[in-house]
C-alpha cells in the first residue's frame, strides 16, 4: 500500500522530468508489488522461506530510500512535501516488511515446532 502511494506521489508530479532512471524505478516499483504479494500469499501459509525474502526486500527498499528521492530533491525537481512523502512512504513499506518478515519467520517457527512434537 505504501508502495503504491510513493509511486502515485513520486509520479504525479509535474515537476520531475522523465528520463531513463523514472523508467528503471517504474520496473523496480513493479518488481517489488508483485514480490510483496508473492511473499504475503506465501506467508499466508507459513512458509519460513519467504520470511527471509521479506528481510531482503525491507533491506532494498532503505537502499532504494537514498536513490530516486534523493536524486530528484538534488536536482530541484522534487519539491519538499513531495519529497517528504515519497521517503516516508518508501521507509513505511520497509518497516512493515520487515514487521511482515518477523511475523512470518516466528509463526511458521512456531508451526513447525509444535508439528514435530506431534509426530514423535
Not at 16 to 29: E, K, Q, S
Request: charged share 15%.
Amino acid at each position: 500500500m505504501f508502495d503504491v502511494w510513493y509511486f502515485i506521489t513520486l509520479y504525479s508530479s509535474f515537476t520531475v522530468a522523465p528520463d531513463h532512471t523514472i523508467g528503471l524505478d517504474i520496473l523496480i516499483n513493479i518488481l517489488f508489488l508483485l514480490a510483496g504479494f508473492m511473499a504475503s500469499e506465501k506467508a499466508k501459509v507459513y512458509a519460513k522461506e519467504w520470511s527471509y525474502a521479506m528481510f531482503g526486500m525491507a533491506a532494498a527498499q532503505l537502499a532504494r530510500l537514498f536513490w530516486l528521492p534523493e536524486r530528484y530533491h538534488e536536482l530541484g525537481q522534487l519539491i519538499d512535501g513531495a519529497y517528504l512523502t515519497a521517503r516516508l512512504t518508501i521507509l513505511a513499506s520497509a518497516a512493515f516488511m520487515l514487521l511482515a518478515g518477523i511475523v512470518c519467520f516466528v509463526n511458521s517457527t512456531a508451526l513447525r515446532k509444535f508439528l514435530a512434537g506431534t509426530r514423535a
